[in-house]
């Protein structure tokens, strides 16, 4: 640890005697003063040895139980309420960008056509006029509908109350005109009456490990349940709706926007957000078919694009 020298002044004591180096601190001690250091090093040695024992505990503690420690609880928080966030604001961003197609669309169908008419288009004019008297039969149609709607479900700001909603989702009628909503920010399915103020909680909304995220749900009326696309989980579920503790898990590891059911042949329509696709389920199967998309994401016509709501008419389409 030390060396003697001649004849030097301690670094303790500023008394000129015989000292010895230390190599670590590169000081000088006398005798006296030497030992002493040597306890003091010996001291801060068994305090870093104590500290290394109790970080090695700790750390054996946490890979027994890695789910148990508040900060992975307080990590994992963090994750759902980003991905929460980065949804909403994802489907922000989409709903805003329709809008726009859809009012430049609307700005180029009013805007006035430059039209000639030339020698023998007798039959083109004829045409035209069937075209021109069938659209004011549909615009007839429609002059019947209201110009307001009225609320049937929320309508009372933001909130996890039962007359509130939190960034709805998908939403299906059911035969007796009750409407069932997948109510995403608040992790739950409600059912809403005909002119009734409130929901009522069908599924979800106690737990956070029950929904999280869900985007759509329809009803499947064979086995009186819900089908419901629980998005940030990455299942689709059925909800048994005389025996909720009851679930079943149909299809693991996708993140689903909608859902569509084929009442006749008992398929299930799948949209996968991530995959951009569209699958053809029976229960039981493994795989599924792919019925739409498939081939990557882009905007060929055998292609998808981040898809969301799907619909399936009669003809199976």
């Known amino acids: 640890m030390a060396t003697a020298n001649s004849t030097v002044q301690c670094s303790i004591c500023n008394k000129e005697n015989t000292t010895y180096l230390c190599r670590g601190c590169s000081k000088d001690y006398c005798f006296h003063h030497l030992k002493e250091h040597r306890q003091n090093l010996h ?28 900060l992975i609880k307080e990590i994992n928080q963090w994750e759902t ?15 805003t960008h329709l809008q726009l197609k859809l009012t430049q669309i609307t700005e180029e169908f009013l805007l006035p056509t430059n039209i000639s008419i030339q020698q023998g288009s007798q039959e083109f004019i004829n045409k035209i006029s069937v075209i021109s008297s069938l659209e004011q039969v549909v615009k007839a149609k429609f002059n019947k509908w209201k110009q307001y709607g009225i609320i049937i479900g929320g309508g009372n700001g933001q909130g996890n109350q039962t007359n509130q909603l939190f960034c709805p989702e998908g939403i299906v009628i059911d035969h007796q005109n009750n409407i069932f909503i997948a109510d995403f920010g608040n992790n739950r399915i409600v059912e809403w009456k005909s002119h009734s103020n409130n929901g009522q909680i069908i599924a979800g909304g106690n737990r956070n490990d029950q929904l999280r995220g869900p985007r759509d749900v329809i009803v499947d009326t064979t086995t009186n349940s819900l089908i419901i ?12 709706r005389q025996n909720q503790i009851k679930q079943q898990i149909l299809i693991s590891d996708i993140v689903c926007f909608g859902l569509a059911i084929d009442k006749k042949n008992r398929f299930i329509y799948v949209s996968d957000w991530e995959k951009h696709e569209v699958r053809r389920w029976k229960e039981g199967d493994e795989r599924g078919t792919i019925v739409a998309g498939g081939h990557g994401k882009g905007d060929r016509f055998n292609q998808l694009d981040h898809p969301t709501f799907i619909f399936v008419d009669k003809d199976d389409s």
């Not at 309420?81 to 709903?95: F, P, V």
């Not at 696309?229 to 048994?240: H, Q």
């Open 43 to 70: 001291k801060e040695l068994d305090g870093i040895i104590s500290d290394h024992q109790q970080l090695q505990q700790r750390i054996n503690q946490q890979k027994q139980n890695p789910h148990n420690s508040s």
């Open 81 to 95: 309420n980003a991905i929460e966030k980065i949804l909403q604001t994802a489907q922000q961003c989409r709903e």
């Open 229 to 240: 696309s629980d998005s940030l989980n990455r299942r689709i579920i059925r909800w048994f």
